[in-house]
């Protein structure tokens, strides 16, 4: 098993930055990949980022490309989300998930989430 805690949310004004971290709490030899996902009230869950453990390669959600940055610290069993240029529909409950097979879309494991509001 796997336990994910997802830290960093607050309130910022639009265009502020904030840094969410996701920490693994084993060592995550067995992770394949790791990503971001957010949710809005009323709104279903949407992908934002998605990381491989053993690569750099990153993937993002058009609505967040060039703003947000995805990135690990392996020693640390640590994700980032690095988000500027933050937009009042930015608001949501980030979630940090992880899963152990390469098959996209599927995570076994998530976290309970961090909040981010954006004010305008």
């Known amino acids: 098993q796997v336990q994910l805690v997802e830290s960093g949310g607050g309130l910022v004004q639009a265009g502020g930055s904030l840094r969410l971290s996701c920490a693994a709490s084993?060592?995550?030899?067995?992770?394949?990949?790791m990503a971001w996902f957010r949710q809005a009230p009323g709104k279903e869950r949407e992908f934002v980022a998605r990381i491989y453990w053993s690569s750099t390669d990153a993937y993002y959600a058009d609505s967040v490309k060039g703003r947000f940055t995805i990135s690990r610290d392996n020693a640390k069993n640590t994700v980032y989300l690095q988000m500027n240029s933050l937009k009042p529909e930015d608001t949501a409950v980030y979630l940090c998930a992880a899963d152990e097979t390469p098959v996209i879309g599927q995570y076994n494991y998530w976290g309970q989430g961090t909040q981010v509001t954006v004010s305008s």
């Open positions: 084993r060592r995550t030899f067995s992770i394949y990949k």
